[in-house]
């Protein structure tokens, strides 16, 4: 590529124009929305006050909805693996888990296994 970074630093011009959209009037509402995140549909809502103040906000990440499927396949993989040493059967539970979400289980030390064998 010729002229690399430095020809571009050397050659930017500021925009006429202003990058911003000018601010709404304030007013009291409800929002909401979904959006698509890796790990699936991020449902998020918010009601204002009239002074534009966020006054309630509900957000609904994929890992709560999946949290019921989560935990059978969870007990699944830890009934089908008991047989393994404690620390092999963990990793087998935190790839369970981290097939749904897998940022959690690096993210929080949420995992606490206890084996009790008889």
Known sequence: MRGGPARLIT?????????RAPALVRRAGTGSACTEAPRGILYHRYRI?????????????????????IEEDLRAVATHDLELPE?????????????????VSYSTHFLKLTVRRQ
């Open 87 to 103: 620390d092999a059967l963990r990793d087998h539970c935190e790839q369970a888990i981290r097939n749904y979400d897998p940022c």
């Open 49 to 69: 006050d009239g002074e534009g103040s966020i006054r309630e906000a509900r957000i609904v990440p994929p890992t709560s909805q999946n949290q019921t499927v």
């Open 11 to 19: 050659s930017y011009r500021p925009a006429e124009s202003s990058p």
